[in-house]
């Protein structure tokens, strides 16, 4: 999609979307350097084990005001509906390794994953999404 096919909207939710993502990293390297190296405790060792979910927040923050702001309905309707497989697919993922973990067959698989599985499926969803309105 070029930047004269996208919507402005979508214009706003790149603009939002590739710092909070950029914040994302920079935040998640620094947290985990700082934990290994400094060997924190008590509410430093808290506030930088939470600061790269901060991002992410910002990130669903901005998912949302996309929908909001999009007012082409069918973009709209897309959208929703690749969030929708996003969900479903990490759901489902989630409840059948939850289930092979507790069987001792799987390792454990941190939580944090789940937010890059459902933007993974998210992503791949559309273009079957799109197929469907060829």
Known sequence: MTSR???????RYMK????????????????LFAIKRLHP????????????????LVVIWVMGRYLIEETDEFLQAMAVQ???WGIGITLAV????????????????SSFLM???????????Q?????RYR
């Open 94 to 109: 989630a409840t059948v390794w939850g289930f092979l973990e507790n069987a001792d067959l799987v390792p454990h698989l």
């Open 115 to 125: 937010f890059p599985l459902f933007c993974g499926a998210m992503g791949l969803s």
């Open 127 to 131: 273009p079957f999404i799109w197929r």
């Open 82 to 84: 690749a969030m929708l």
């Open 16 to 31: 939002r979307f590739i710092p909070s993502m950029l914040l994302y990293v920079a935040v998640l390297v620094g947290s």
């Open 5 to 11: 096919a996208m919507s402005p909207a979508v214009r």
């Open 41 to 56: 405790e008590g509410p430093l060792l808290w506030a930088l084990a939470v600061a790269p979910a901060l991002p992410i």
